[in-house]
């Protein structure tokens, strides 16, 4: 992983500085809230319903035991014993006290950590696939280029001020683990037919308000234009973005009313003042900074077959925790692992202190001293030997965190949710919770098979349910909570936004409502091999829109 330079430590520390000299000033009432507000959010701090709420940037999702270890010992000393891990592959503390805030900026900065960019209308947090470096299907890592356009972009002076907030994701394989086509620029890495680098380019995605699927305006990208072409993108959506309605302010909106066509005609003129300037990426630069991320020298370990094979025999549980949580690597001695943050009737994403040191334990032990966060609030271990695997998963077991559920329907993403978040309409955990309780057979969720479901407090999307192949959007009505059903999304290489069925459900209905359109599923898949979104595609709305609305659906 990235290591800090001279520049970057300098960098970090002076900001840290300043920031608590502007905390000391709020504190006495030299500053107002309303003076402090632009001054936090540029260091991740958001005040929410009950507390300060305090982001830390994970850039491209990758963590080491010490890092993770210092989060821990944060969760430990300011917050209340544990921290939330988002959909940007991010952590949030939601009590840290304001007083604090700058010491806990000061610890993060001793193990090249930050705030950075967690907030505000600046260029936030590059995010990428979280099985990045390890994955059998990989053209390339993504992550050099996800630093590249970290260094870049850190408080850009042209781009810190933007219309709205922007987020950049790459992904370097051809199944999208990093949802780039629901962001604001999506960066799909890739070969030509002459062998060379470079990225098909998607522009204009994104969730909330006015979900819209990213389109690509370039098929192929040298990847040393990588920051040039970037910098044209920035260049238009900063001169022609709305910022007299921030509702109508983010790129995708741009991208809408100009037209692909006419938005990339645009980009391409702007690029062509760039493209041979100092922005073009030498390749010794991007080789050098690739050399940050050369993977660990695994050593061959050809008794994990036969290891695998009794440990299954031995345990049902750890065979099925392998078949959920365990996927293949580049490396055939080796795997990945998904160590989920989803267990039964749980808060999804979240995971305490002891959790975190433990983890960091077992990733120093068996992991080659990484990990991983993923946008679907999970924790990634990259690199296992399929020989420990028996023993990476009984210390998941000590520590409850081996629930065998990855992408199935207990696998929940879901945003803080009204019990923290002062711009939520309803909650979301309680839901989750619930979901999750009546669907914990494991059988049961076996049965039903690769099901994504996210669930969002309010229509700002913080939860992805936009995507989800059934997403859930909590709205207020009349003074109460209700819950908008979408079916069929997906956030995937094949993006698709989802549709909403019809009026919501209460707080007491919603899940019934889930497990009617999960029995509705089941009878009508063409056998256990048909997924829940290949069904929706197939048959469409109508049997669900049935189901769960009777002669009510007909009627419309």
Known sequence: MYRYDEFDREFVNARVAQFRDQVERRLSGELTEEQFRPLRLMNGVYLQLHAYMLRIAVPYGTLSPRQ????????????????????RQN???????????????ADLASVEMHALQ????????????????????EVADPRP??????????????????PRKFKIAVTGAARDRAAIQTHDIGLHLKKNADGELGFAVYVGGGQGRTP????????????ADLLSYTTAIMRVYNLYGRRDNKYKARIKILVHETGTEEFARQVEAEWAELSDTALK???????????YFTPPDLPARPEGDDAVRQARLDSRSFSEWLDQNVVTHRHPDYAAVTISLKGIGETPGDASAAQMEAVADIAEAYAFDELRVSHEQNLILPHVARADLRAVYDALVGIGLATANSNLITDIIACPGLDYCALANARSIPVAQAISRRFADLERQRDIGELKLKISGCINACGHHHVGHIGILGVEKKGAELYQVTLGGSGDENTSIGEIVGRGFGPD???DAIETVVDTYLGLRLGRDEKFLDAYRRVGAAPFKEALYGAESKAA
């Open 68 to 87: 993770l270890r210092m989060l821990a010992h944060i969760a430990r000393k300011y917050d209340k014993g544990y921290g939330h891990f988002t959909t």
């Open 91 to 105: 952590i949030q503390f939601n009590w840290p006290a304001l007083a604090d805030i700058p010491d806990i900026l």
């Open 118 to 137: 967690t907030s505000g209308n600046c260029i936030r947090n590059v995010t990428a696939d979280h099985f990045a470096g390890a994955a059998a299907d």
């Open 145 to 162: 280029y996800a630093e590249i356009l970290r260094q870049w972009s850190s408080v850009h002076p042209e781009f810190s001020y933007l």
């Open 212 to 223: 819209i699927v990213a389109k690509k305006i370039r098929d192929f990208l040298p990847e």
């Open 281 to 291: 990426l030498p390749e010794a630069d991007i080789r050098a900074i690739e050399t």
């Open 509 to 511: 209905e919603i899940t």
